[in-house]
């Protein structure tokens, strides 16, 4: 079967979707999805099955979209899956993600433990907080966008905002603290 653009523009399997095309602007939204996915569950296992989850639902759901705003609606999407699966499962516990090479970071060579303990407080921020500090910070939503993706109103997200980088800057300046000992 030749894989190309597929020029029905039925999105058959096997074929590029078109450039225009809802798949299309899907795909170019997995990296942003993936990020978002694993800061939420702490894994990089279950990000990927929450992506893929996503990706059904978008896929199958594809009618209901506005079109308006596909990021923030597949965001929605991924906040609501992820929740309804927290639920589910009551209180079972996280692991902090194992192996994370081909994350996207810049390679810091001052402090080679810098990059873990982001890791370590980022992962020790409640989920509410998380969500909002990735959704903003590093994906660069408005707050605005962020309130409605969320079911939230816009001061709780700069609440949220706000207390998760004081946590963050409490947590990493609290492993910057060297205890020296006196000469005897």
Known sequence: MPHGPDRTGNGAVGTSPAPDSFEAEVLALLPSLRRYSRSLTRSDADGEDLLQDCVEKILTRRN???GLNLRGWVLTIMTNLYRNGRRRQGGRSF??????????????DDDPLQR??????????????????MLVVVE???YQDVAEMLNVP??????RLSRARQKMTSLLNADNVVTLRRPR
């Open 140 to 142: 660069g939503h408005s």
């Open 95 to 108: 692991v902090d993600i194992d192996d994370n090479d081909h994350l996207p970071a810049a390679e810091i």
């Open 64 to 66: 209901q979209w506005r």
């Open 116 to 133: 873990s303990r982001l890791e370590l407080a980022l992962n020790s921020l409640s989920e509410d907080y998380r969500a909002v500090l």
């Open 154 to 159: 816009i001061g709780t997200v700069m609440s």
